[in-house]
């Protein structure tokens, strides 16, 4: 067995519940699982929250043997009743992928001016970067995006892939959960970087709307080091390019920038888009070399970015995955922290969200304060 076709265990992310996010990227108004009602379910409700509408054909025992063709028609039928879609995407799953149903001879059943799109996938892909092409492929033809931009996605996918098996979820045949380290403990250390003057990087390199929540860490560290008068010592790097991605994508994009601006949080240079996160190294890498900088505090993806980019810093790093933070420990971050429950807690919203961390960080800037005012008394 080669190194990427080691035995993984421990769950991962599936490709029904990749294709649906796509979908929501693409501003796609009503998806329909065609499989049993409880495929995806978490995913599937979380993403109605988000400007998705998910319907499931409610495939059972019976379907199984003779088909679900009729429910997935009347599924569509009733899409178009409650909530007129201009577009609907029928989204495969592994019970009627395993039972050879043909989405595509669904095309045209819809009524004119609904468009619909047809996505083969099921959750038996080693990758779930595999449910994200699923959707764009037929979207492409349909118009929704370039070739240009498949192709640039393609790319992207590939490398998000590499990176999950150099150092995220595909690294290890088992990884166990944990919470990483305690959060007041590591922002007493970086507390004390900030007042003994050191140059920090803040580096946001997060993935599409995760952002919402991991910039509010940054915006953190740069107001605990205003409070201080520090505030010169931070330079801030973000993958927030408003110009790249998907719809849904370019619209985080700006709304984090707006966040930045309205909390006077300085971004000194863009590194990439909300999608490019396991591709922004290089580009950071090379920004940082016009800088000395003693430690950084790297949210989002901080696995995705080169080691060799960090030589001499002390790392601050918060991911959302309990299971990254021993691939996160292996490459030397010296403190890791997990925001656990951050995706739920960022779906269907278009401003900053705040963070455990990063209010772990202003509470144990202001008791240090306090302490002071007491002490000077």
Not at 40 to 52: M, P
Not at 313 to 318: A, G
Request: glycine share 10%; aromatic share 6%.
């Amino acid at each position: 067995m080669t190194e990427n076709e080691k035995l993984i265990i421990h769950p991962r992310p599936s490709s029904i519940v990749a294709s649906l996010y796509t979908l929501r990227d693409l501003n796609v108004d009503v998806a329909i699982l065609h499989g049993p009602p409880g495929c995806s379910f978490k995913h599937a409700r979380l993403l109605e929250e988000d400007r998705l509408r998910v319907l499931t054909s409610a495939m059972d025992e019976n379907d199984f043997v003779f088909g679900g063709k009729e429910k997935l028609e009347r599924t569509i039928d009733k899409a178009v009743e409650l909530f007129h879609p201009k577009t609907i995407a029928l989204v495969g799953t592994c019970t009627s992928m395993i039972i050879g149903e043909e989405l595509t001879d669904l095309v045209s059943y819809a009524p004119d001016g609904v468009d619909i799109l047809c996505v083969e996938t099921h959750a038996g892909y080693a990758n779930n970067t595999d449910g994200v092409i699923s959707v764009l492929e037929p979207a492409t033809e349909a118009g929704m995006l370039t070739p240009e931009e498949l192709e640039r996605q393609r790319r992207l996918l590939a490398e998000a892939t590499n990176v999950e098996i150099r150092h995220g979820a595909a690294s290890k045949g088992y990884l166990e959960p944990s919470r990483g380290d305690l959060k007041y403990k590591a922002a007493g250390r970086l507390l004390e970087l900030i007042r003994g003057g050191k140059k920090i990087a803040g580096v946001l390199n997060a993935k599409k709307e995760t952002a919402y929540m991991f910039a509010d860490e940054i915006i953190a560290l740069y107001e605990t080091a205003k409070l201080f008068g520090m505030e010169k010592n931070i330079t801030v790097f973000s993958n927030t390019d408003e110009s790249l991605g998907l719809p849904r994508v370019k619209e985080h994009a700006i709304n984090v920038m707006k966040g930045f601006e309205e909390k006077g949080v300085p971004v000194h240079e863009i590194i990439g888009g909300l999608d490019e996160y396991a591709v922004t190294g290089d580009k950071l890498k090379a920004l940082f070399g016009k800088y000395a900088f003693d430690a950084a505090v790297i949210a989002g993806v901080p696995h995705a970015l080169p080691m060799d980019a960090f030589l001499g810093m002390e790392l601050f790093s918060i991911t959302n995955g309990p299971r990254q933070v021993l691939p996160l420990k292996e490459m030397g971050h010296h403190h890791v922290m997990v925001e656990i429950d951050l995706h739920p807690q960022t779906l269907g919203v278009s401003s900053i969200v705040s963070s455990e961390f990063g209010d772990t960080l202003r509470a144990v800037a202001a008791d240090g304060i306090q302490k002071e005012m007491v002490g000077g008394k």
